[in-house]
């Protein structure tokens, strides 16, 4: 035995390595043990938000946003760039250069807060109550050392659904990492799967001149969000050519060699008129992601696993099993790393006999799209299932000034609040910084504001957040610059 620790936590991605900074910031030993290998083959902190996910496709996003805008944006302020020109290294260099400034960022936060990192796989051995908790890491190379600690967090993170015909080879058929690495455009893209994570990386492909074609095996375009937002989404993003098929399932993804010897990808899917054939250079299979607990556990731990494979943990965070605690896309709940990070605080000050705080009804969620959306809450659906009395208020970017300023004037902001008591029960949005607007509605609903909250709050003139203020107006019909 090596080492003796408060908390161990297995995983540092962002719900890890969040929990290992607050257990220590509180003046627990802490441990954190990840087994994440970079592009260069050392180990990398974060997981999969800083390596192959949140953090680099936001840097693709921008580039790819900022290349796009020379043609369709900036010649509308008068703004014309003849043979403009993507330089693919710089444009995938930069990429890496956010990521290892954000992951090695991580390895001096550990430091500064005294967290001590341990490289290698982690394995909760068989525990018993009121036992110290022992966990086997094993090395890359093999070896084995066993620490323990009082509690143990498992923050061990999710990993991309394969779909078995179409399996990853990261050449020509991608997960995420694959298709944040694309060393040249495309120029036939296939997505599976129309999620957050088709749309973003199918965005960022065919801004740079990628044919993009999605297939999505759901008849509702983002199932998910709230159906007034997906509609306007999905019109932009077909104006923009991206090639959307719904209650399109695909079945079949062959590799195969062209006379001239490169590859292409062969579909093949189906929808209500049968089946169809579709070719591509490349494929992203996006068809969402599954808790990743492969040798995190051994058999006689206690801890069990729900019907989908996430580990099963009650609305604290714990187990079941006494000092092991469970978090992020690890457990049940969205996929989000901000869901992953606030259970990691949370789970930190239970341990510490602290009062921790975590509400999942009021988690913001954001696609990082053009236009965005974001939305927290219920949507207009989920509120006329449960038969919950609801009021409307919406308003349009077309009519605010700072958005036709920017000539961005798309999409609109849609509040949600009871019928009887006005209490805020969700908030909708597409359009230009959404993602940045959300917060204010995040914050009123964790208040339990109202809209009328929110619409007796004053909205600096002219912003983005005026659409949020009279969209609250809107809900009691007195929007004062659109007719209600
Ligand atoms: P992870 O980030 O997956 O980290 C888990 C870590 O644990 C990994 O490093 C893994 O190697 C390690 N590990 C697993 N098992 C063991 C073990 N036994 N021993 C040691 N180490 C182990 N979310 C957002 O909120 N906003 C976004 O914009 C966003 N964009 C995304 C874009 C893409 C392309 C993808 C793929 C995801 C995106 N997400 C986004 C989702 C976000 O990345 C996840 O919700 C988040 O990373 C989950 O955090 P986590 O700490 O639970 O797990
Ligand atoms: P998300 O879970 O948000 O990442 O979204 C994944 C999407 O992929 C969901 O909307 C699924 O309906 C979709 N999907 C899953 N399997 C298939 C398939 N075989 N063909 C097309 N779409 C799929």
């Known amino acids: 035995m090596s080492d003796k620790f408060d908390v161990i936590v297995i995983g540092a991605g962002p719900a890890g390595y969040v929990a290992a900074i607050r257990a220590a910031q509180l003046g627990l030993k802490t441990a954190c043990i990840d087994a994440f290998v970079g592009k260069d083959g050392k180990q990398a902190l974060g997981g999969t938000c800083l390596n192959v996910g949140c953090i680099p496709s936001k840097a693709l996003l921008d580039s790819s946003k900022q290349y796009y805008n020379l043609s369709h944006n900036l010649p509308a302020h008068g703004i014309s760039v003849e043979n403009a020109k993507m330089d693919m290294a710089t444009f995938i260099g930069r990429k890496d250069k956010i990521v290892k400034q954000f992951t090695g960022g991580i390895g001096q936060l550990f430091k500064a807060n005294k967290v001590t990192p341990f490289f290698g796989k982690g394995k909760l051995l068989g525990c018993k109550t009121g036992d110290s908790k022992n966990v086997e890491i094993t090395s890359n190379g093999g070896s084995k050392q066993t620490i323990s600690a009082t509690n143990v967090i498992l923050a061990s993170g999710s990993v991309p659904i394969e779909l078995p015909f179409a399996k990853f080879d990261n050449k020509f058929i991608l997960d995420n990492a694959g298709a944040l690495d694309i060393s040249e455009v495309p120029q036939r893209l296939g997505v599976i799967g129309a999620g957050v994570i088709g ?47 719904l209650s399109a399932k695909l079945t079949k993804a062959e ?75 690890a457990v049940r709940g969205p996929m989000l790393a901000h869901k992953g990070s606030e259970e ?40 006329k299932d449960a038969g919950v009395p609801y009021k409307i208020g919406t308003f349009p970017f077309a009519a605010i000034g700072r958005a036709v300023a920017m000539n961005e004037a798309i999409g ?69 610059h659109k007719g209600n």
């Open 199 to 245: 749309l973003e990386l199918g965005s960022v492909w065919n801004r740079l001149g990628s044919q993009v074609t999605i297939l999505e095996a759901l008849p509702d375009f983002l199932a998910v969000a709230d159906q007034d937002v997906a509609k306007v989404a999905k019109k932009e993003f077909e104006k923009q050519g991206l090639t959307i098929k």
């Open 255 to 329: 590799v195969k060699t062209t006379s001239n010897k490169s590859s292409e990808v062969a579909l093949t899917y189906e929808d209500k008129d049968g089946t169809h054939e579709l070719t591509v250079d490349k494929l992203l299979v996006a068809v969402g992601r599954r808790a990743y607990t492969e040798g995190l556990l051994a058999d006689d731990t206690g801890v069990k696993l729900d019907e989908r494979g996430r580990i099963a943990v009650d609305e604290h965070n714990h187990t079941g099993v006494d000092g092991v605690w469970a978090i992020g896309d």
């Open 344 to 383: 990691g605080v949370a789970v930190a000050e239970w341990i510490a006999g602290k009062a921790g705080h975590i509400n999942l009804d009021t988690v913001p969620w954001v696609i990082y799209t053009e236009p965005e959306i974001a939305w927290a809450g219920k949507t207009e659906k989920e509120l």
């Open 412 to 480: 609109q902001v849609k509040v949600l609040a009871h019928a009887e008591t006005d209490r805020l029960l969700g908030v909708h949005m597409v359009g230009p910084g959404v993602s940045e607007l959300i917060a204010e509605c995040v914050v009123a609903m964790e208040f339990k504001g109202s809209a009328e909250d929110l619409a007796r709050i004053v909205h600096a003139h002219p912003t983005l957040s005026e659409a949020v203020h009279e969209a609250a107006l809107s809900v009691d019909k007195r929007a004062i």
